[in-house]
């Protein structure tokens, strides 16, 4: 970091409006104060830390010259906000990121009026500020639409769709792509900003559109030779040819570092009486901290970490995360069945994919921030004789839903879909949580729905999705670590739709899926306590159920309860589904339903989300006793009156 004079500026910079009162040779001292907030602020919470640092500049940059909140900014996923948020009017509690009752680490509406559109997926900033420039021009009001997008994000295909229906927003319309990979640019100097200045000037801008004019009542085929004439000279020097089909006036490549090369370009973009623009701005990842720099992911997502060393603080030791058992076994599974192959939507190490990627490079594909596309491209594989795992976090599978139903279910094509992330994510909050996947997956005609109890669990479901071949088949599994059981040297292979009895009682049945088997064996000590024996089923399969086994469970035990950590719509409406049908809720049977909330969850420590969620041992015990009605006092106390 940079050494800072005595007199601070950031402490008088409470939001963009103090911004632009100082100089423009005053903004270098603010993006170093602004870089070292950021990086102590993170350091306290950790968070995402080296894409914010990348475009502390831009950010700077982008307040200075547009009028924010007027001008509508969006950041494309926004874990590159926390610069931004500084800057905003929310200094006072940046050290509150991502904690229960703090500021979300994504843009969030209800923060602030500088957050005019939440974003914690990728590929939505321009469509989204086309929305805002579109309504201003029709309601021939001020203001425009400016997307900050990475170059990531721009190998999803919402990016393109959005550029393509961006033309009628005429000038209101900036997205300044933030290229941090130097993966479409040349390295940047002295000459491509002289350009950048020069082709996104007014006078340039004017003769330009003076010569479109003069061209038009040329000959049709000389005003296209003019055309492509500038086309291909402009597109040799900044690379921005694809853009300019899109319909986007180019302006770049230009050092997103450099206040002096971008403070003048946005300024003239500002400015321009043409558009759609498109800046290019390239930047890098972790920029100004040296530990950032030189690591391999440049910091991106950190934990709690010493300022001065980089060091960050670590999790003590413990049982294996759910994605890398995932990624070993099928890896090793790989190993003498040549037809398994893995797609992952740019998270190798989200997802394990990365450890099978090690084992087997050949049968590794990551597809980018291009979801539908990955499934897609695993019902392609699938339905030529491989054996495809398609490894999506539950949220990010969100978006390939159409895909999942006309492209795999429909045609029942054997694609595995391995679903990290499911259920509650603790920082991440709502954005990430995978609270839907049970429901929109056991719905469909075809599917195969499994959750392991545990990592021992996870281990037979990845060898049982290999070895069917008949239809879609999905496993969906938390974020973290497991529980501590041994892994299997060999897994085993389930039969589809048969789930197991882990504890047997007379009174009470908890039907269990998923990891809360772990909270319902709790629930069961206490109730054996009290004199109502508990029996505790680890279904395994949302779908299809375990018919016999529920059946059983339904009519010998006097409360049943489900549990699982899914939305309604999933393991409990499809159990009730089956005793309705088969008339046991008329024969007096007590049957409760225990699922997330209906509410979007925010960010929090896991163990408070799951007692909010109510969905903790406790909890089950509260929900059989008052099926019992038992009443308060005698559920506080423990004692039957």
């Known amino acids: 970091m940079a050494n800072l004079p ?14 632009r009162k100082l100089q423009p040779g005053q903004l270098r001292q603010l993006a170093d104060e602004l870089r070292a907030e950021t ?8 968070g995402h830390l080296g894409s914010g640092l990348g475009v502390v500049e831009l950010t700077v940059a982008i307040h200075y010259v547009f009028d ?40 969030k509406r209800s923060e602030s009026e500088y957050d005019p559109f939440g974003a914690a997926h990728s590929s939505t900033s321009i469509s989204a500020a086309l929305g805002f420039a579109v309504a201003n021009k029709l309601a ?6 400016i ?41 940047v100097g002295g000459l491509s900003a002289y350009l950048a200045r020069v082709v996104s000037s007014s006078e340039y801008l004017g003769l330009r559109n003076l010569a479109s004019k003069v061209a038009r009542k040329l000959s049709r085929r000389v005003h296209q030779s003019l055309g492509k004439a500038e086309e291909f000279t402009r597109g040799m020097v900044t690379g921005g040819t694809l853009f300019e089909e899109l319909g986007f006036y180019y302006v770049g490549p230009i050092d997103g570092h450099n206040l002096d090369h971008l403070i003048p370009v946005l300024e003239n973009v ?14 890098q990842k972790g920029k100004g901290y040296a530990p950032a720099e030189n690591s391999a992911d440049k910091y991106h997502g950190v934990q709690k970490f010493d300022v001065i060393t980089g060091a960050q603080a670590k999790a003590p030791p413990g049982p294996p995360a759910y994605q890398n058992v995932f990624g070993e076994t099928l890896a090793k599974l790989a190993d003498t069945d040549p037809r398994i192959c893995a797609i992952t939507a740019a998270m190798p190490s989200g997802t394990g994919v990365d450890k099978f990627a090690k084992a087997h490079p050949d049968r590794a594909f990551d597809v980018g921030i291009a979801e539908q596309h990955a499934v897609t491209f695993a019902a392609g594989l699938a339905a030529q004789g491989m054996r495809p795992f398609c490894a999506i976090y539950s949220t990010f599978l969100q978006r390939a839903y159409d ?16 679903i990290d992330r499911a259920g509650l994510v603790g920082a991440d909050g709502a954005t990430h949580a995978g609270s839907f996947d049970v429901t929109y997956l056991a719905t469909l005609p075809n599917f195969v729905v499994m959750a392991p109890a545990d990592e021992a669990e996870l281990a037979h479901m990845t060898r049982t999705a290999v070895e069917h071949d008949s239809g879609p088949i999905a496993l969906r599994y938390p974020r973290g670590g497991g529980v501590g059981v041994a892994l299997p040297d060999t897994p085993q292979l389930l039969e589809i739709g048969k789930g197991r009895v882990v504890r047997e009682g007379k009174k009470v049945a908890i039907l269990s899926l998923g990891t809360r088997l772990a909270e319902a064996l709790k629930a069961a000590d206490t109730l054996d306590a009290k004199g109502l024996f508990t029996t505790v089923a680890d279904l395994r399969f949302a779908k299809p159920l375990d018919e016999a086994l529920i059946r059983r469970l339904l009519t010998t035990h006097e409360v049943a309860v489900t549990i699982e950590e899914n939305a309604v719509g999933g393991l409990g409406a499809h159990v009730l589904t089956l005793a309705s049908d088969e008339g046991l809720i008329d024969a007096g ?16 420590k896991p163990d408070a989300q799951y007692d909010e969620a109510r969905l903790n041992a406790e909890h089950i015990v509260e929900t059989v006793l008052k099926a019992l009605r038992w009443n308060e006092s005698e559920i506080a106390g423990g004692v039957r009156a």
């Open 270 to 283: 500002r400015d321009a009486k043409e558009g759609p623009v498109l800046v290019h701005v390239v930047t």
């Open 68 to 107: 924010t909140p007027r001008d509508r900014l969006v950041w494309d996923v926004g874990h590159q906000c926390y610069p931004h948020k500084i800057l905003t009017g929310r200094r006072d509690r940046i050290r509150t990121l991502r904690q229960g009752g703090g500021l979300s680490g994504f843009t």
């Open 403 to 418: 895909q999942v139903v006309h492209d795999v279910a429909i045609q029942n094509l054997p694609v595995r879909f391995a």
């Open 140 to 145: 021939d009001q001020p203001g425009r639409g």
């Open 589 to 604: 049977l007590k049957l409760r339903t225990m699922r997330l909330p209906d509410i979007f969850q925010d960010q929090d």
């Open 147 to 187: 997307a900050v997008i990475g170059d990531g994000a721009m190998s999803a295909g919402m990016a393109y769709e959005a550029m393509n229906n961006a033309e009628q927003a005429g000038n209101r319309l900036i997205v300044i792509l933030n290229d941090n990979d130097m993966s479409i640019a040349p390295p």
């Open 39 to 46: 990086i102590s602020a993170v350091g306290t919470t950790g």
């Open 6 to 19: 005595d007199t601070p500026l950031l402490d008088g910079v409470d939001t963009p409006q103090d911004l």
